[in-house]
């Protein structure tokens, strides 16, 4: 049980009244009348009303207490966090030369007349290359090192073509196109004049293809977002806009360059299918059009002038704007201009625990921005000793800052829209991607309840259950589950020592029927969880960051009611009934204990049984079948058997449940939904 919090003095109102009036015989016995007309009791219930409101004030003693210890512990109250998001500049017309973004530049959603403008500003350079092809190539799968068949491009002009995939198309099969320079998070426009009836046979809204870049040995080829095909699976002349991930530099049909690859998915197996190769005629123009760089809800401040050293230890500054934002140390520092030398840039610390009197340290609260120097104290031999420099007297104080964050900046996707300043030759911005990872500052009881964790894991993240804690304090992320050694994907002869599995599932908007297509973990919110673990485990420790693997499915089930049940009565069961499957089978408020579908748990139908048989008006549930769904579908695939087992990196999702609702005494079907 918690330790008891005592109470200094338990006191109230009456109870001071009370007291008061039985001292009045002893200290002033000619006082005869105590009702509470007389003009002394009236006096008596002010002193009264005013001791209780210090005895109240008294009380709240042990928490101030509470939060200094909190303090010397060195716990502080997370200050908000930014959100962030890939933004996407667009050229007005491709360019035959490089073309740069800075960083720092800043973008914005559209001010409304209720809320004003939300500011992202890009962390990084983004340069647009025009690409160079170095090549083309078609490759069979089937004949391994042997199926390299180079293309010569120029030749689509004297009205030569070229076949794509080898005939028949096989899965696996692809069209592969060699670059000389590096295009990671390139928007890349493919303008292609395909040969008539090239792709007979093929579904032109899902044709089996995948475009995909080459990632080293390690990660090997990644799927390319795909923002349009106007080709319609290579059967029509138009463009094929590509948003091109990381890119690394690869060597295949014996040239060393950096590949982009057209390949033929499993689903070329069966039909609909191309029935023969699909086919370049004419030209084909790969053109540059626009870029990805990640941003983050931040506005950036530079060369503020905070004040004026008097040259004084211990001395305090205030920022103009707050809550500011981690900063990086080479060009987000404080600066001291002093009259006798040139700028300096001083050191930023935690505390003045370790500075020597000739450190050029100080500390910032990046809630309300204070700015302190380190204080100097008389030591027991009677000399003074600094914490750290003081600045020269009359110098100049100088920082360059960002400062936004918090929920506001989780923004929808195409919310950001707004080009800040002119650049040359952009067009437009837009976020393919929703803005993840903002929150607010942390509450004064969430960091109270939090401190048992932080002394018992403080920075480093040595077992399991440190690594979910660690992961689950990124902006972004929901739930984390970190997996043993026995329970990590994989041949478990192949597993290195010292490599630890984390399984995250991200923060998304709606939580109550979350889109099977939206737990989705993003590059930039993985390499977030990634960076932020390594830096708190141990020596030697690899870390790998997955997200969940997300089994969707959906249940089929008849309800009979009971007898003398009315329709209105029917439709209020078969309600109840979809929203229990709805918050039962959900990786977010499902399972048993209602925190999130467990990592791992199987799933069994004698449990879907007893969830709807307890609904109000229901006699008896048969006919339950559970199905698994594809991923990305919400149409039942196959069904699962009594014992839907899962990975020990799996969670439970739904689909698009099937409820039929019947009198007792009948299968007649009151109502489908």
């Known amino acids: 049980m918690p330790l008891p919090t005592p109470v200094l003095d338990n006191r109230r109102f009456q109870d001071i009244v009370d007291e008061a009036k039985r001292l009045i015989p002893h200290y002033c016995p000619e006082w005869t009348d105590h009702n509470v007309s007389d003009p002394g009791i009236a006096v008596v219930e002010l002193f009264a009303w005013m001791t209780e409101m210090l005895l109240y004030r008294a009380n709240q003693v042990p928490d101030k207490c509470y939060v200094k210890f909190l303090e010397l512990i060195g716990l502080k109250l997370q200050p908000p966090t930014a959100a962030s998001a890939a933004v996407t500049f667009y050229l007005s017309a491709p360019q035959p030369v490089e073309v740069k973004i800075p960083k720092g530049t800043e973008v914005a959603t559209t001010r409304t007349e209720s809320s004003p403008a939300v500011i992202f500003t890009t962390e990084a350079e983004l340069s647009i290359q025009p690409p160079v092809i170095l090549g083309a190539y078609t490759h069979s799968a089937a004949r391994g090192k042997d199926g390299w068949v180079h293309h010569d491009l120029s030749r689509l002009a004297v009205d030569d073509s070229v076949t794509l995939f080898p005939n028949p198309p096989l899965p696996n099969d692809g069209f592969y196109i060699a670059l000389k320079d590096d295009h990671s998070r390139h928007a890349l426009a493919l303008n292609i004049g395909c040969k008539r009836a090239g792709g007979a046979g093929v579904d032109p809204n899902r044709p089996p293809i995948e475009w995909q870049v080459w990632q080293g040995d390690v990660k090997r080829w990644v799927p390319c977002q795909v923002e349009r095909d106007g080709t319609r699976g290579f059967n029509i002349d138009g463009e094929v806009l590509l948003h091109l991930p990381e890119m690394a530099e690869g060597e295949f049909a014996q040239k060393r360059a950096y590949w982009l690859r057209c390949r033929l998915t499993d689903a070329q197996a069966k039909p609909p299918n191309y029935e023969v190769s699909p086919a370049i005629q004419r030209y084909m123009r790969l053109e540059a059009v626009g870029g990805s760089v990640t941003s983050r809800h ?90 750290g420099a003081v600045p020269p007297k009359n110098s100049l ?119 099977p297509t939206e737990l989705l973990l993003t590059e930039n919110l993985r390499t977030s969880v990634l960076k932020y673990l390594t830096a708190r485990s141990v020596l030697g420790i690899g870390v790998e960051v997955r997200l969940a693997e997300i089994t969707c499915v959906s ?97 439970i999702c739904s689909g698009k449940h099937r409820i039929e609702a019947a009198p007792a005494d009948a299968r007649g079907m009151l109502r489908a939904s």
């Open 397 to 515: 104080l100088r920082f360059s800052y960002q400062y936004g964050g918090g929920v506001e900046g989780n923004v929808p996707i195409g919310s950001i829209s707004v080009l800040k300043s002119s650049i040359p030759y952009i067009a437009r911005v837009m976020n393919r991607e929703r803005a993840i990872g903002g929150r607010d500052a942390q509450a004064l009881e969430d960091g109270k309840l939090r401190a048992a964790r932080h002394l018992r894991s403080r920075t480093r993240a040595v077992t399991a259950e440190d690594f979910e804690f660690h992961a689950s304090q990124v902006p972004g992320i929901a739930r984390a589950r970190c997996l043993t050694p026995g329970a990590q994907p994989g041949d478990a002869a192949s597993i290195q020592p010292g490599q630890v599995f984390v399984i995250v599932l991200p923060e998304i908007e709606s939580i109550d029927r979350p889109d």
């Open 298 to 387: 931040a506005v950036a401040i530079t060369n503020e002038l905070v004040g004026r050293s008097d040259g004084t230890p211990g001395q305090v500054f205030k920022l103009q704007n707050t809550p500011i934002l981690p900063r990086d140390a080479a060009t987000e520092h404080l600066t001291i201009e002093s009259p006798e030398a040139p700028p300096v840039a001083w050191e930023e610390v935690s505390d003045f625990g370790g500075s020597g009197e000739n450190d050029r340290h100080y500390t910032l609260d990046e809630l309300d921005g204070t700015i302190a120097f380190g204080p100097s104290l008389l030591q027991p031999n009677g000399s003074v000793y600094r914490f």
């Open 555 to 651: 249940v089929n089930a008849e309800l009979h009611l009971r007898e003398g049940t009315d329709h209105v009565a029917g439709e209020e069961a078969t309600q109840r009934a979809e929203e229990l499957l709805y918050r039962y089978l959900n990786p977010y408020t499902g399972g048993p204990e209602k925190q999130g579908w467990p990592f791992g748990r199987s799933l069994y139908l004698s449990e879907i049984y007893g969830l709807l048989q307890g609904i109000p008006g229901v006699e008896f549930v048969e006919g339950v079948k559970i199905y698994v769904n594809e991923p990305g579908e919400w149409t039942p695939s196959k069904p699962a058997p009594p014992s839907l087992r899962l990975p020990k990196y799996g969670v």
